[in-house]
Structures are given as structure tokens and as C-alpha cells.
């Protein structure tokens, strides 16, 4: 069998469908499982997704801007910004674990760029090298500046896989591949399979959080 490149859209702590997830995909330890960032907030239990998260050894996770707004939560960066109900339900939930579980998720990168593709959490400006990418934008990015998707002038060949977009939902284009289907508002938990590109998708069990 060959072996498989997993990656995971926006979890949200929605740990019950990601394990409704791994099992219809049939995850082995041979797999390469990596998990788009947004593993965390919104859903029914962060310390559980990432409990799961850390017992898969053969899973690599990539910050996602809830994953960064908990660092800064963390490292006191946001001094002055209110603090959503789900940061402070997550910040709580992790109780005295939350600086060990910071410590890890500090260790994240803001991408992974793969032989068979680049992982990236929202998206990157095209033509500018990956290397000098605003790391604001690899966690946050939508549009450009004439408010158009930031992939429709990507014209690179090597894919590229991200999440981010609820509203937007599955993307499938022949460079890029968006993953957040909108688990946590209702909707579905997606992963594409690599080589062949395969989507595989579980329905939410419920709608968690109200869309915003």
C-alpha cells in the first residue's frame, strides 16, 4: 500500500468528528497525518482534541491564528484586546495544563512545505517567496487588496493546501485545496488524501458555535 499524506481542515475542537474522521479514513501508524491549524476554540473540548493530538506521533500540526491568539493570550502580547468567551473557555478547559500545552503549540510552524505540497493555515500573497511571507498573513489571509481570493493569481504548480475559510468552504482547484468545511457551525469535518487528492469528509455531529 502506498503510503498516505493525511491533512486535516479546521478541527475547532471538535474532537468527536475528528475521531468519526480517522476512523473512515482507516488511520494507520504508517500514515503521515498533518493537521491544518485551528485544532483549538469554538468547540466542545480543546483540551481533548489536543490530548488526541499529542498521543498521534505521527501527526505534525501547523499554528493556526487561534492557536497565535492563544500564544499571545499566553505571553501577555495582547494587552488591552478583549478576550473572547472562547479563549477564556479554552484558557479554562486547559486549566493548570495550559502553560505545558502553550509550550507545545510555541513549537509549531506557520507552514510545512512538503515535497507534495505546501501546508499553510489561510494563505500567502503570490509571487513573493515563501521565506519572507508576513507570518500575519500565513494565519489570517483571505483576500488581497482588490478583494479578490488570494489563490485566484496563484499560478505556482506545487500545491497548495489551507483552511481558514468556513464561509467559503470546500475549495478543489488543480493548485490549491481548501479545507475548512465548517465543522464547528454544523456543517462538516473534510481531509484530502495524498497522492490521489481524495476528499473525505464526516458530518458535524452539531452545530457548536454560531457563525461569525
Not at 111 to 121: A, G, N, P, S, T
Not at 149 to 173: F, N, S
Request: hydrophobic share 40%.
Amino acid at each position: 500500500m502506498t503510503a498516505r499524506t493525511i491533512i486535516f481542515g479546521d478541527i475547532h475542537a471538535c474532537y468527536q468528528e475528528w475521531q468519526d474522521l480517522l476512523e473512515k479514513l482507516k488511520v494507520t501508524a504508517e500514515d503521515r497525518l498533518i493537521s491544518v491549524g485551528d485544532l483549538v476554540c469554538k468547540g466542545p473540548s480543546t483540551l481533548r482534541t489536543l490530548e488526541i493530538a499529542k498521543e498521534m506521533k505521527n501527526l505534525r500540526c501547523i499554528l493556526g491564528n487561534h492557536e497565535v491568539h492563544l500564544l499571545n493570550l499566553w505571553k501577555k502580547r495582547d494587552i488591552g484586546r478583549p478576550v473572547k468567551d472562547y479563549q477564556k473557555e479554552a484558557i479554562k478547559e486547559l486549566g493548570d495544563d495550559f502553560n505545558l500545552y502553550m509550550q507545545w503549540i510555541e513549537t509549531w510552524p506557520y507552514y510545512l512545505d512538503l515535497e507534495e505540497c505546501l501546508v499553510v493555515h489561510a494563505g500567502i500573497i503570490p509571487g513573493i517567496p515563501l521565506k519572507k511571507q508576513d507570518p500575519k498573513n500565513l494565519v489570517t489571509l483571505r483576500t488581497l487588496s482588490d478583494n479578490q481570493p488570494w489563490y485566484i493569481p496563484y499560478k505556482d504548480q506545487k500545491l497548495i493546501v489551507h483552511g481558514h475559510w468556513a464561509a467559503q468552504g470546500l475549495v478543489v482547484r488543480k493548485n490549491v485545496i481548501g479545507l475548512d468545511s465548517g465543522c464547528v457551525y454544523g456543517k462538516e469535518l473534510s481531509a484530502v488524501v495524498l497522492p490521489e487528492r481524495k476528499i473525505v469528509s464526516v458530518p458535524a455531529r452539531k452545530a457548536y458555535c454560531p457563525i461569525s
